[in-house]
């Protein structure tokens, strides 16, 4: 995306017409499980591998139909996600910031909610069951949020992948912000 800039909701709602809105989210829920028995996984936290290549959060672009952008957002997690993206829905309490790309002209809102392992393991479960899959959509994957041993692997390797718009600084300021990674820079 080139040219990106970050602004309010307010700035958002008030570009004209020929601006594109689109609506993206983080799905996490907290992980008790242990890798190799000792690694904590702490969060399961949701990106996906997209049509083009790159990685992305579920969601998409929200038509004038949909009335709000949260109606769009849920709409749009339906196709991508199947049923298991019925069990909640996302409002605007779960909204967290916006970023302007120009040429084409598309601004991009952001979401992140949380969810209990169960929800999530649902949608994981229904994915490849969506109307999308195969297709915008080609798997769901969870981000590691340890730091291996040799200081690379986990997620500063998965950081070295190709991401879509502004998704790898969305990610990287919610996990931050939510308090997801380890307290200590260990
Ligand atoms: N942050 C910022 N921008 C993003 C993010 C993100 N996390 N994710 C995607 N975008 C941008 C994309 O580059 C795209 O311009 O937002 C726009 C819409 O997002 P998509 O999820 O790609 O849109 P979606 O409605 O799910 O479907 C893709 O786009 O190019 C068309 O015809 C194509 O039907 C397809 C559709
Ligand atoms: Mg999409």
């Known amino acids: ?6 602004l309010t909701l307010e700035e958002a709602l008030a570009l004209e017409p020929k601006w594109q809105h689109a609506c993206h989210a983080m799905l996490y829920a907290p992980d008790p499980g242990l890798l190799f028995h000792h690694i904590p996984m702490r969060y399961a936290v949701l990106m996906q591998m997209r049509f083009d290549g790159r ?7 929200v038509k004038l139909q949909d009335g709000t952008l949260e109606n769009g957002l849920n709409r749009e997690l339906n196709e991508e996600l ?5 069990a909640f829905r996302i409002e605007r309490a779960d909204y967290r910031s916006s970023h302007a790309a120009t040429n084409p002209h598309v601004v991009a809102h952001f979401y992140a909610k949380r ?7 649902a949608v994981e479960k229904g994915a490849p069951y969506a109307r999308d899959h195969g297709l915008e959509v080609l798997g769901l994957v969870r981000v590691p949020l340890y730091t ?10 998965f950081l070295e992948n190709t991401f879509i718009g502004a998704s790898r600084e969305q990610l990287i300021e919610a996990l931050q912000d939510l308090e997801l990674l380890e307290s200590s820079s260990a």
């Open 115 to 121: 969810l209990t392992l169960e929800q999530l393991t």
């Open 82 to 86: 199947g049923e298991g993206a019925q």
């Open 1 to 6: 995306m080139a040219g990106v800039r970050r």
């Open 148 to 157: 291996l041993r040799d200081g690379v692997g986990g997620l500063p390797a």
């Open 55 to 61: 990685l992305g959060f579920p969601g998409g672009f």
